[in-house]
């Protein structure tokens, strides 16, 4: 069982930023490929951004490509969002999870998740 702590949400206004991190206790962290996920009230969850084990490989959904950054240091165990331009419709819950970057990216589907951290948008 692996968990996964996040932190860094908050209330921001539009066009703001905040960066979200996510702490792994797995111990195969470094060979863990891991993704960001959001939902939204009354909605199912979204996938947002993935990252390969190494960093090399990073995959965004459409609509925050240019705003967010996800990366990784494997020295901490963790994994971060870096979200700027914040836009209302960003507002949501957003957790980190581990599992296969094609599965994530494609079914939104994941291995383990953390509880999420709020973030909230105002216009």
């Known amino acids: 069982q692996v968990q996964l702590v996040e932190s860094g949400g908050g209330l921001v206004q539009a066009g703001g930023s905040l960066t979200l991190s996510c702490v792994s206790s797995?111990?195969?962290?470094?060979?863990?490929?891991m993704g960001w996920f959001r939902q939204a009230p009354g909605k199912k969850h979204e996938f947002v951004a993935v990252?390969?084990?190494?960093?090399?490989?990073?995959f965004y959904r459409d609509s925050v490509k240019g705003r967010f950054t996800i990366s990784r240091d494997n020295s901490k165990n963790t994994v971060y969002l870096q979200m700027n331009s914040l836009k209302p419709e960003d507002t949501a819950v957003y957790f980190c999870?581990?599992?296969?970057?094609?599965?994530?990216?494609?079914?939104?589907?994941?291995?383990?998740r953390g509880q999420g951290t709020q973030v909230t948008v105002s216009s």
């Open positions: 990252i390969s084990w190494g960093g090399s490989s990073r």
């Open positions: 999870a581990t599992g296969s970057i094609a599965t994530m990216r494609a079914f939104a589907e994941y291995e383990f």
């Open positions: 797995a111990r195969t962290f470094s060979d863990d490929e």
